[in-house]
Nanobody, 117 residues
């Protein structure tokens, strides 16, 4: 079982920055692929970015060049640095931990990011 606790959301003006953090606890959490997803009301949850335990990353086209995902394996924490934020980035952001061995997924509680124009 893996528990994820997110922090760092909030309200920011367009062009501003925010950093989200996701602290993972539980056996083997350091080996999971960590990711951030976002979801607007009435819409499907969509991938923002993922980072493997080895540091390989994937980004959605809409955030490439603006967002950076990283992780500190010693702290079992993943980060999402969001720069040049746009109003369309407004969503609830969810942290995800994915096991490449069991294919289990764990989710955080979500954190609201609101970008004002």
């Amino acid at each position: 079982q893996v528990q994820l606790v997110e922090s760092g959301g909030g309200l920011v003006q367009a062009g501003g920055s925010l950093r989200l953090s996701c602290a993972a606890s539980g056996r083997g959490s350091g080996l999971y692929t960590m990711g951030w997803y976002r979801q607007a009301p009435g819409k499907q949850r969509e991938l923002v970015a993922t980072v493997t335990s080895g540091g390989s990353t994937i980004y959605a086209d809409s955030v490439k060049g603006r967002f950076t995902i990283s992780r500190d394996n010693a702290k079992n924490t993943a980060y999402l640095q969001m720069n040049s934020l746009k109003p369309e980035d407004t969503d609830v952001y969810y942290c995800n931990a994915h096991s490449t061995h069991t294919y289990k997924d764990y989710w955080g509680q979500g954190t609201q990011v609101t970008v004002s124009s």
